[in-house]
């Protein structure tokens, strides 16, 4: 599996001959331009994660890519004249010829009640885990984890105690694009230092970067 990151959680994943892209926000750009994608998956409706003028331009390029996403998505895409299907709770199927595994899970608070939607994780083809912005526990055993590292609602020791008690045996961050230059070396080192003295291969992908897996 190669995973190109974009930025924030926007993220192309090769893998099976397939190509698979996460989450068009509005903190990148280069997936804009990307051709020859099989399936669009979208966790929640969050600006970050659900850029409307970025998934057109997405959609533009690839008019034959699938979306995958959950109800209040939809209901967006809906509204966009965008076609989708809807896969979420603990729902599971083939599309595309890859193995997609739902995983609906609590977005973690913000502040109070701002900002909770219907989160969905995905599984993608049975190695790679991306939670959304939630720390779900697929309770299964997870190849590659794409974990949250900053941002509003999340403190790193809670991320780090996910990462911990999922267990993957490599992890990625992702929802970073917040971070300074500065900030991200402080964080990707805590993390990596963290979670390579428990066993977990943190690799620390950044923007516009590629890995295999």
């Not at 998505?73 to 966009?80: D, M, N, Q």
């Not at 965008?82 to 973690?108: N, P, Q, Y």
Request: hydrophobic fraction near 40%; glycine fraction near 8%; include cysteine.
């Amino acid at each position: 599996m190669k995973i190109t990151k974009f930025g924030q959680c926007c993220l192309l994943i090769e893998v099976a001959g397939k190509r698979i892209l996460t989450d068009p926000g509005r903190f990148s750009t280069s997936q804009n331009n990307v051709t020859d994608i099989d399936l669009i998956l979208i966790t929640h409706e969050h600006a970050d994660h659900l850029h409307s003028e970025s998934l057109l331009a997405v959609l533009a390029k690839n008019p034959g890519a699938e979306v995958i996403t959950n109800t209040s998505v939809g209901k967006v895409l809906t509204e966009l004249e965008v076609s989708f299907k809807v896969l979420e709770g603990r729902e599971s199927g083939t599309h595309a010829d890859i193995l997609i595994e739902a995983f609906d899970g609590e977005h973690v608070e913000i502040i109070d009640e701002y900002g909770i939607v219907q989160n969905t994780g995905y599984f993608i083809a049975e190695k790679l885990f991306y939670p959304g912005d939630a720390y779900t526990n697929p309770k299964k055993e997870v190849p590659v984890l794409a974990l949250p590292v900053a941002g509003p609602w999340c403190k790193a020791s809670d991320a780090i105690h996910y990462a911990k008690e999922v267990n993957p045996i490599q992890a990625f961050p992702v929802h970073d694009a917040v971070l300074s230059e500065a900030g991200i070396a402080l964080t990707h080192g805590l993390f990596g230092g963290q979670l390579d003295a428990a066993g977990i291969n943190f690799i620390a992908l950044k923007n516009d970067e590629t890995a295999n897996f």
